[in-house]
């Protein structure tokens, strides 16, 4: 079955630091990898999404995200984080090509950016 | 378009109560999920639909929850009798066939049972 897991529940930052967020699936056929965005109070929003091609994937926002197919891994990753970035970021997976499209989500990572 | 709409936006009912919340997904969409959302648990899928056929119930906690999707403008999610450990956001998200397709979420509903 698919699961996806986000190690970190919660991130503390102060504006300017790097941020990796950490994300691993399971699922033993090809995927399709996203990361949503829920800033406070709002529903969620799509960051980026890989499906195929460069295993690098640019998002909006300065966000981007690298697909590592040996590690079942598609970390987030931002070089310089703004107070405006404090939101939680979830993790999906899906299976790609197949016939169910089951969207699963990690459990989140709540990052909070400091001024 | 003006993206998935869910209804209310806040639902506070009593335990023991029936409570239903509706989702209009993008007009074109194939695909219709329904989440909750909560502290503890993150974000689970409950249910969802293609093309108005539910695909996997499998996250539906238990029998008093149920789930309807009538035609492919409109999809229901019923709580019958309501308890208060159902308290959470409720979101409904839709998304097109094909490859990689970005889900589209709603505002959601916040339901607190007392």
């Known amino acids: 079955a698919q699961s996806v897991s986000q190690h970190n529940h919660h991130v503390i930052l102060s504006e300017a630091a790097s941020l990796e967020l950490g994300c691993n699936y399971s699922?033993?056929?090809?995927?399709?990898l996203f990361w949503y965005v829920q800033y406070p109070g709002q529903h969620l929003q799509l960051l980026l999404k890989?499906?195929?091609?460069?295993?690098l994937v640019k998002g909006i926002k300065g966000f981007e995200a690298e697909f590592i197919k040996s590690k079942f891994s598609f970390n987030l990753r931002k070089p310089s984080v703004q107070w405006s970035d404090t939101a939680e970021y979830f993790c999906?997976?899906?299976?790609?090509?197949?016939?169910?499209?089951?969207?699963?989500f990690g459990t989140g990572t709540l990052l909070a950016v400091q001024p | 378009d003006a993206g998935v709409i869910q209804s209310p936006r806040h639902e506070v009912t009593e335990m023991g109560q029936e409570v239903t919340l509706r989702c209009k997904p993008i007009?074109?969409?194939?695909?219709l999920f329904w989440y909750r959302q909560t502290m503890m648990r993150g974000l689970e899928l409950l249910i969802y639909?293609?093309?108005?056929?539910?695909?996997?119930d499998s996250g539906m906690p238990e029998d008093r929850f149920s789930a309807k999707m009538p035609n492919a403008s409109f999809s229901t999610l019923k709580i019958q009798p309501s308890e208060p450990r159902d308290s959470a956001v409720y979101f409904c998200?839709?998304?097109?066939?094909?490859?990689?397709?970005?889900?589209?979420f709603g505002q959601g509903t916040r339901l607190t049972v007392v």
């Open positions: 639909f293609n093309n108005n056929v539910p695909i996997d």
């Open positions: 999906a997976v899906t299976n790609y090509g197949g016939a169910t499209n089951k969207l699963i």
């Open positions: 890989y499906f195929s091609g460069d295993p």
């Open positions: 998200a839709s998304t097109p066939s094909g490859q990689g397709p970005e889900a589209f």
């Open positions: 007009s074109g969409h194939d695909y």
């Open positions: 699922y033993g056929g090809t995927v399709n």
